[in-house]
């Protein structure tokens, strides 16, 4: 074999070795997606954005991961361990700032912005036999409030602080799952579960078409106490079986959160589909009916990606 002949096929080797490598890294490209308990808002949110991914970025492959919501998913972020993760806003905040009482022994300084979602409704449903409508008559009675360390968890120990009240008043806390806690109501082991999430959450509609129920008002001077990221807010007659009024509560915003070691192309085409596929994502939940992308930023707690960046500066909001 002549010089040139080995030497065109020693580059020819080399350029279909590159252009294999390059196949494989685009193959290679995993985005897992942090979500919550399968009865929440954010799995059947994360089930979509799983398929738009899939469907949308080149080459990548998606998972969705259940778990216990925002506090694990935040510190999975900061491990490396997700790309992606739903969470709630005060535990992001906690979280960058290092609360070691909300399950953060450092700060997660790895965390970045992608979007500003949806708002959760801090909800209270009760058992109509237990008599309470009041956050006061929740004293000496049993109620669960999430899994320990969850942002449902932290929410409610904020929001009976706000009320002057705590744990140690209760007559039971449960420290359970959406999905469990229904399942204890239905079966007269449990007086209240309180539940932070969107509207219409599944594990609410499935308890007040089983069980007689009632959702206990929180009055708007407790958002006043809270004050940012919590704010007042109304749960609409309708919005579960039975409910046949407005009920006043509190909410605080969801946000979309990844970290520093997703690539910049990445946590574009994450954020890009995200808003360019809308109706994809209200058709797995209403909750998502209220994610704009004139509010993609608002409230961020911690800095943008770069990436995300990038898509805001092309659509002008930057």
Known sequence: MSNSIRNFAL??????SLATTATAARADQFINILTGGTSGVYYPLGVALSKIYGETIEGARTQVQATKASVENLNLLQQGRGEIAFA?????????????????????????????????????????ESGITTLAELKEQSLS????????????????AAAGMSYDQLGKTEYLPFAESVELMK?????????????????????ATSLDVQLVAIPA?????????????????GTYEGQDADVSTVAVGNFLITHSDVSDDV????????????PAL?????AA??????????GMPVPLHPGAERYYKEKGLL
């Open 221 to 237: 001077e407790i958002a006043t106490k809270l004050g940012a990221p919590y704010v007042a807010a109304t749960v609409p007659a």
């Open 289 to 298: 009916g209220s994610v704009k992308l004139e509010d993609a930023m608002t």
């Open 187 to 207: 079966n007269r082991q449990l007086d209240a579960t309180l539940q932070s999430a969107g509207l219409g959450v599944s594990s609410f509609r499935d308890l």
């Open 11 to 16: 580059v020819t080797v080399g350029l279909v």
């Open 282 to 286: 209200s058709a797995a939940h209403k």
């Open 267 to 278: 946590a574009y085409e994450m954020t890009k589909q995200l808003f360019e596929n809308l």
């Open 88 to 128: 709630l806003g005060d535990s992001v905040k906690m979280a960058w700032e290092g609360d070691a009482d909300a399950g953060f022994k450092a700060p997660l300084d790895k965390l970045r912005g992608i979007a500003t979602i949806y708002p959760n409704y801090i909800q209270i449903m009760a058992s109509r």
């Open 145 to 160: 409030v999430g899994a320990p360390k969850s942002g449902t968890e932290l929410n409610a120990r904020a929001i009976l």
